[in-house]
């Protein structure tokens, strides 16, 4: 098993990665010195195949549990399922003690966070992520919270989990586009990190995609690492943190234009992010020779990299952009890459610019 730490002074915890973790659910939790009392939150495709292990594994420990089922899908990211989490945990007496198991992807990790940071002011939570995104980056960090009508991730909370368990076997059963869309998060540390990693994800790609577990343990455990670095580094937010968002600002005016229908989060922001090495190349001075390996890494990762839009398009993007809730004072900031591994952040980009460059995404 690889245990990678985050240190949060007080709010400090580990993240557990191995096969078969679920079976052991139980007995991680009691080492917490947890309530008796819990609730499992997971969504309607999660909990049919993996709900049943996690509770025994609960009982066999002595832990008693009521199982929470929301629909599966972003939508369920919402103030309603906030509100039916609370009715059903207050209708099944938990208490402070109590706390909450997220299982699922990063929706429910976000969902579940959200309810376990504000029912009561606060009850502990362990996060169980089932998707790769959610095991590479949602579940760390303790960023949770819901989405409203205006925008995604407008209402929420940092709260930090007690425990993250990342049982590889369930990755298992992940749709392979959905599999896919986590890479793009992988590559991301790579880019703005970690060299190494990004030649070993060049040359262990193939084994990567058939999910064998050797590299998938090494390959989560340095993003988590990675991501857990940064994020004691800048807790809340206020520096460094933003070299997380690398290709996210154009990523996300992506998703947005799209109405969230067309793309998954992975691929919005694979073309986001080779949108993104394009402006280095030309700002920040990335080498050529590195903006074609990490669109090369996207391509063969099965993730777009180009996008056909037209004018009418390019315009509600840019206006997507300025409203991402990272622009401050309508000036728009960019973390571009120097070299991979190496990323810096805060830098503006003139609007013209990033015109051309978006017009160079057409394929
Ligand atoms: N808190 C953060 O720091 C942070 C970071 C990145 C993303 N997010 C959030 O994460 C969410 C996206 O997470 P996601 O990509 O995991 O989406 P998701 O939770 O919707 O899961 C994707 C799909 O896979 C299904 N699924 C999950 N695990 C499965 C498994 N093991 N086998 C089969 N099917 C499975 C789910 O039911 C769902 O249909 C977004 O809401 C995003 O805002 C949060
Ligand atoms: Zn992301």
């Known amino acids: 098993m690889r245990i990678v730490h985050v240190p949060l002074a007080t709010r400090s915890y580990d993240i557990r990665i191995a096969p078969g973790l679920l079976a052991r659910l139980g007995s991680e939790c009691a080492a917490l010195k947890l309530g008796r009392r819990c609730a499992v939150i997971s969504d309607g495709r999660v909990a049919p195949r993996f709900a049943n292990r996690a509770r025994t594994a609960l009982a066999d420990s002595g832990f008693e549990s009521v199982l929470i089922t929301v629909p599966a899908g972003e939508t369920s990211k919402s103030l309603a399922s906030v509100q039916r989490c609370f009715d059903q945990l207050a209708a099944h007496r938990l208490e402070r003690k109590s706390f909450v198991v997220a299982l699922g992807g990063g929706v ?36 949770v919270g819901v989405n409203l009508k205006a925008g995604k991730n407008l209402v929420g909370a940092f709260y930090q989990p007690r425990l993250v368990l990342c049982d590889l076997d369930t990755l298992k059963t992940l749709p392979p586009r959905e599999y896919r869309a986590g890479l793009a998060e992988v590559i991301k540390y790579g880019i703005i990190y970690d060299e190494a990693m990004f030649r070993r ?23 988590c690492e990675i991501k857990a670095e940064v994020v004691a580094e800048d807790e809340n937010e206020g520096g460094l943190r933003a070299i997380l968002n690398f290709g996210h600002t154009i990523g996300h005016a992506l998703e947005a234009i799209s109405h969230y229908g067309q793309y998954l989060h992975g691929e919005a922001i694979s073309i986001g992010q080779v949108a993104a090495t394009r402006l280095s190349a030309r700002t920040a001075g990335l080498p050529l020779s590195h903006v074609q390996r990490i669109t090369e890494l996207f391509r063969r990762a099965g993730l777009p990299v180009g996008v056909n839009l037209t004018a009418a398009q390019r315009k509600g993007l840019h206006q997507a952009m300025r409203l991402d809730k990272k622009v401050s004072q309508g000036e728009m900031h960019f973390v571009l890459a120097r070299k991979i591994g190496r990323v810096e952040y805060g830098r503006k980009i003139s609007p013209a610019l990033l015109e051309e460059t978006l017009k160079t995404l057409n394929h």
């Open 201 to 223: 994800l060049e040359r262990d790609l193939p084994k990567l995609l058939r999910r064998d577990p050797k590299i998938l343990a090494d390959i989560i455990a340095r993003c």
């Open 108 to 143: 429910i990790g976000d969902l579940a966070g959200f309810v376990a940071a504000t029912y009561l002011r606060g009850i502990p939570f362990v996060q169980v992520p089932t998707t790769l995104l959610a095991q590479v980056d949602s579940s760390v960090g303790g960023k």
